[in-house]
C-alpha cells in the first residue's frame, strides 16, 4: 500500500459568531449518532490524525467526531465540508481555546509537540494564527450550510428552509433582563 502523507494536527477555532450553529444544534441527537458512528467505521475506529483513542489516553470514550468547516471569507457562509474522527487529545487541540478557559492547554501543547513533532515555536506561531483569523472572523454574521449531510452516506432530512444566521449584534447584545417573577398563586 502507499504511505499516505501524515496529516498534520491544526488547530481549527470555530467563530464566535458561529458558536450557536453546528451540525449537533441542527439535527436530531438520533440523527447525529448515526452520523458520528459512520465516521467511526470509516476511520476504522481511531483517530484519523494520531492513530490512538481516548481509552488508551484516559478517557472513557475512543473518538469524538469533528466538523470540518470551510469558511467563504467573501460571502460569509460557513461551510461543512466533512466529518472527521478524532481521539479526544486531537479534538481538544483542534478546540485549543476551550482548552484554555478549563486552564489545560498544557495538554493540547504536549500533544501538538508529539504529532506534529513541532517546536515550541512552531506551535506558539500557529496558536497566535488561528486567534487572529477567529478574531477577523468573529467579527461577521455566518450562514450555515450543512447540506452535506443530506448526501450520502449521511442522508440526513434537512430543513433547507432554516438557513441559520447569528447576527453580531445579537450575539454582544447580553441577555441581562431578569426573570419575570411568576405571581405565586394563592
Ligand atoms: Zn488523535
Known sequence: MPKTKKMLLTVEL????????????????VEWDKIRRISYAAAGNKCEICGGTGKKQGYKHDLECHEIWEYDDKIHVQKLIG?????????????????????????????????????????????????????????????????????????????TTKNRIFEVKKYKKKRKVPKKKRPIKK
Open 14 to 29: 470555530v467563530p464566535k459568531t458561529c458558536w450557536w450553529s453546528s451540525v449537533r444544534t441542527s439535527v436530531k441527537p
Open 83 to 159: 466529518l472527521i474522527s478524532l481521539c479526544p487529545k486531537c479534538h481538544l487541540v483542534k478546540h485549543i481555546g476551550r482548552a484554555m478557559a478549563m486552564g489545560i492547554e498544557g495538554d493540547c501543547y504536549k500533544h501538538l509537540a508529539s504529532v506534529n513533532k513541532w517546536t515550541r515555536e512552531q506551535i506558539d506561531t500557529h496558536i497566535a494564527d488561528s486567534f487572529v483569523l477567529y478574531k477577523q472572523r468573529s467579527m461577521h454574521s455566518w450562514t450555515l450550510d450543512i447540506s452535506i449531510l443530506s448526501k450520502e452516506p449521511y442522508g440526513i432530512k434537512l430543513k
